[in-house]
């Protein structure tokens, strides 16, 4: 891995991008409105969930990337997530939008770009539109180069702690910056991109590029994290680009190869940060699948143990039933051969090659306890290989959720 200085300031670490985070009173407290942009506008590109019944902000949101390819930034609550709405939520999302692109294009002087939208919360109330117009409001007075900080903590719902991350590189002997936030603790199951996540950066990028260099960070790092098994209707991750630093990264050059470094160290960061923030979390674990006959089948393998209530609920009790990991293995639909399986937990191996190690439970037990648990599966029939970050299932998840509208 190249060099990257890890830095402060989150989405407002890279030059030219301003933030704020405000309480407009969607929620019962804190912040819960932010403004990002730039006065230069920003070439975007964004990745969705797959969830087949979105919320708004998902529908407006791909429309205007589709139609064009710079933006003035994106407007995001949290809260309430405009999820089936009707018209009257479609036309709060719109009407949100159009008041963030009306406020930065006076704000900044410039002709009116379109704003992107973010909504995140309950299901199945309408936004009141008259709170998020008032809250734009404020956050235009507000808007910072510091603000980083205070817009990761406007997007939070049941998260305890804001998610912020930035890192610099070098390419071609200039310094470019790469800055996130992210949200997400509950309902977090990957597949195209899960939670919300806001990642800027200086370099000078075209749609087509951003979007080429965002699919595989994403697949790597956000699509490898599971909280629940639950993909939420308002996912979504979004990448602007300013080009304030004067830089221009290709897709397949080498300044593309170095970009793509930062931005997927940037959001393995971020992804871990949302496990590690996992609603009820004890502890949380990696399993790295090896050996599996494609890579496809890897992530099966992965995604079917950390998804496993079974697992999950042994990862909470410390409890080293490597029985768990086989049966998840075996019902994922990843191709397996019980004679070549081959389990570790931490460095201790329990099975090997379809065996028992004797005593491996025993000796397992020590790693299975520690914060943070490292899982090894070998399948043993090729080299395809992935990774999943997940948390165990607890007590607090429960209440947190049977109390969470309530």
């Given at each position: ?21 405000v ?12 403004l990002l942009?730039?006065p230069?506008g920003?070439a ?5 969930t797959t969830n ?7 529908v ?12 003035a ?18 036309a709060a ?6 008041a ?8 900044w ?9 973010a909504?995140?919360g309950?299901?199945g109330?309408?936004?009141?539109i008259?709170?998020i117009r008032s ?5 235009g007075l507000?808007?910072s ?5 205070d817009f990761?903590e406007a ?10 991350r930035a890192?610099?590189?070098k390419?071609?002997?200039?310094v470019?910056?790469?800055?996130g936030a992210?949200k997400?603790?509950?309902?977090i ?10 990642l ?14 965002l ?7 956000f699509?490898r994290?599971?909280i629940?098994?639950?993909?939420s ?24 190869r ?7 160290a940037l959001?393995e960061?971020l992804a871990?940060?949302l ?10 674990c990696?399993v790295d ?5 494609s ?11 950390a ?45 090997e090659t ?5 005593e ?10 520690e ?5 090894t599966?070998?399948?043993g029939?090729?080299?395809g290989?992935a990774?999943f970050w997940?948390s165990?299932?607890?007590y607090?998840y429960?209440r ?5 509208h309530?």
């Open positions: 891995m190249m060099d990257l200085e890890w830095v402060d300031g989150g989405v407002t670490a890279p030059p030219g991008f301003l933030a704020a985070g309480r407009c009173g969607l929620k019962s407290k804190g912040r819960d409105l932010g942009g730039s230069r920003c975007a590109a964004g990745l969705f087949t019944m979105p919320g708004w902000p998902v407006l949101s791909r429309e205007i990337l589709a139609e064009c390819g710079k933006v930034g994106v407007v995001a609550n949290s809260g309430v997530s405009n999820v089936a709405t009707g018209a009257a939520g479609l999302a719109k009407e949100m939008s159009s963030a692109a009306t406020l930065f294009a006076a704000l002087g410039s002709d009116e770009r379109p704003a992107l939208v909504q995140t309950i299901i109330e309408v936004p009141a008259d709170r809250g734009i409001a404020d956050a507000s808007l180069e510091d603000g980083g900080p990761a997007i939070m719902t049941t998260d305890t702690v804001p998610k912020s890192v610099r590189l390419i071609g002997g200039s470019v910056t790469v800055g992210a997400g603790a509950g309902m199951a990957p597949n195209m991109a899960t939670m919300l996540a806001f800027t950066t200086d370099a000078a990028l075209t749609p087509d590029a951003a979007r080429a260099l699919v595989p960070a994403v697949n790597e790092s699509n994290i599971s629940d098994g639950d993909m209707t308002s996912d979504m991750c979004l990448l602007l680009a300013n080009g304030e630093s004067g830089v221009a990264v290709e897709p397949g050059a080498e300044s593309g170095r970009f793509a470094q930062a931005l997927a959001c960061a871990v940060d496990v590690r923030d996992a609603e009820g979390v004890t502890r949380i990696r699948v090896l050996g599996a006959a890579d496809d089948d890897a992530v099966r393998a992965a995604r079917a143990v998804e496993s209530p079974l697992v999950k609920s042994a990862l909470f009790g410390s409890d080293p039933n490597w029985g768990r990991l086989w049966m998840a293995v075996g019902k994922s639909g990843a191709r397996a051969d019980a004679s070549r399986l081959s389990i570790r937990i931490g460095d201790v191996s329990v099975l379809g065996t028992p190690k004797p491996g439970k025993r000796l397992a037990a020590g790693p299975m306890g914060p943070e648990v490292r899982i599966i070998d399948l029939l090729g080299d290989r990774h997940f165990d299932l607890t607090e429960v947190i959720n049977a109390e969470y309530t």
